[in-house]
């Protein structure tokens, strides 16, 4: 029942920008954290970003600060991520996640999961 759908995903150049987003559905509780994590090919899924539920904390990896913006509109269920200055190292399976506990940088504690958008940069 529960369904997070991540979109947005594409080929761009290195220095281009991609706006994902991430629409959830059946989420019966609101109070709950949307994240974004990442897997390359042959390696283990990471950690990217997440925002708490009413928006006034959002935590970063350090790859991606400064250039990626995590974001949501509860009205809509959908969060995004901005993802700006992309470099060939961004390529990654991109999937957004739903955590009722409030959000955490560790991947077992997140509860539902998109099924991911894939996202590859060119050098």
């Known amino acids: 029942q529960v369904q997070l759908v991540d979109s947005g995903g594409g080929l761009v150049q290195a220095g281009g920008s991609l706006r994902l987003s991430c629409a959830a559905s059946g989420l019966t509780h609101k109070s709950y954290a949307m994240g974004w994590f990442r897997q390359a090919p042959g390696k283990e899924r990471e950690f990217v970003a997440y925002?708490?539920?009413?928006?006034?904390?959002?935590v970063y990896a350090d790859s991606v600060k400064g250039r990626f913006t995590i974001s949501r509109d509860n009205a809509k269920n959908t969060v995004y991520l901005q993802m700006n200055i992309l470099k060939p190292e961004d390529t990654a399976v991109y999937y957004c996640?739903?955590?009722?506990?409030?959000?955490?940088?560790?991947?077992?504690?997140?509860?539902?999961w998109g099924q991911g958008t894939q996202v590859t940069v060119s050098s």
């Open positions: 996640a739903a955590d009722r506990s409030g959000g955490s940088a560790k991947i077992y504690e997140w509860d539902y």
């Open positions: 925002i708490t539920w009413g928006g006034a904390r959002t």
